[in-house]
């Protein structure tokens, strides 16, 4: 099966430069109704999303597409078996949220353009958003605790916002401790 490729801030020697730019770049809201270049890059990155069973959500600058639209699942996350969450996938486009509800509750998040680490988040537990569905029509869809938490983190990648922006806790490999001091000194 041909991988597509998820942008990383870093790799096991050094800082990437380049996808860094890309991850970090705002991505701009996709004309509706859609073109034939987003109705592309939603199957783009349905694919590239089906591809990982390591991952509750993927956002298009991840794969390097700078267009507002989100991949994520929750149903079936929790399970252990692949082939249960093999087609669940949810997929929003120009998300917006419209209410967010309740305190932020804190909890570890990784992230596949953030490789080896986990940083403590604080998220709200409940949101309303607004968007198109992966056909172009408008939805309004409620989001509670883990699928609030995912849908929140997707969406920061569209303002090319990431889990090392955030003042949490952060987790790192033992043998890693020198690259992510350095990497978060300089930051
Ligand atoms: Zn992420």
Redesign the pocket.
């Known amino acids: 099966m041909a991988r597509h490729k998820v942008l990383t801030l870093w790799n096991e020697e050094q800082i990437n430069g380049e996808e860094t730019r890309i991850l970090r770049t705002p991505c701009s809201e996709t004309p509706v109704p859609f073109d034939a270049a987003t109705a592309k890059a939603v199957r783009t990155l349905r694919e590239a999303f089906l591809e990982r069973e390591d991952a509750a ?1 993927l ?1 298009a600058p ?1 794969i390097g597409i700078s267009r507002k639209i989100i991949a994520f699942r929750f149903r079936n996350f929790d399970d252990k078996d692949p082939a249960a969450r093999k087609e669940d996938c949810e997929i929003l486009v120009n998300p917006r949220i419209t209410q967010k509800r309740g305190e932020p509750v804190v909890a570890e998040e990784g ?4 490789p080896e680490i986990r940083v403590e988040i604080g998220r709200y537990p409940e949101i309303k958003v607004r968007a198109c569905d992966p056909e172009g029509k408008k939805v309004s869809r409620r989001y509670l605790d883990f699928a609030a938490r995912v849908v929140q ?2 969406m920061d ?1 569209l303002d090319g916002k ?2 090392v922006d955030y003042d949490g806790s952060i987790f790192v490999p033992k043998k890693r401790q020198n690259f992510f001091e350095k990497f978060f000194r300089e930051k």
């Open positions: 959500g956002a991840q992230c596949l353009s953030c983190h997707e990648h990431l889990i």
